[in-house]
């Protein structure tokens, strides 16, 4: 079975960093597109940002030039540095990641969740 599991999310004041990781586990035999989602209370979930295994990234345009997403592809890990964070930024953030298991054919998974919020 294949697992993503999220950390590094917390409270921090407006301006300030964090960083959020996700590792996949389990019988994989490779990872494809890999991204990160948020949802705001009241809000639907929406792409923040996708790296794909040839390392090319997509950004939505409130995070460009603050936020950069990286893999390390030898960890099944995705990351996303945020910097200069808005309260506008508070949301829970999922990471996904499009998987071929050991068991069949390439599928999307996601991860369980990290809060992120940001004070002013």
């Known amino acids: 079975q294949v697992q993503l599991v999220e950390s590094g999310g917390g409270l921090v004041q407006a301006g300030g960093s964090l960083r959020l990781s996700c590792a996949a586990s389990?019988?994989?035999?490779?990872?494809?597109?890999m991204g990160w989602y948020r949802q705001a209370p009241g809000k639907q979930r929406e792409l923040v940002a996708t790296i794909t295994s040839g390392y090319s990234t997509n950004y939505v345009d409130s995070v460009k030039g603050r936020f950069t997403i990286s893999r390390a592809n030898a960890k099944n890990t995705v990351y996303l540095q945020m910097n200069s964070l808005k309260p506008e930024d508070t949301a829970v953030y999922y990471c996904?990641?499009?998987?071929?298991?050991?068991?069949?054919?390439?599928?999307?998974?996601w991860g369980q969740g990290t809060q992120v919020t940001v004070s002013s």
């Open positions: 996904n990641a499009n998987i071929w298991a050991v068991a069949g054919r390439p599928t999307d998974y």
């Open positions: 389990g019988s994989i035999i490779g990872i494809f597109d």
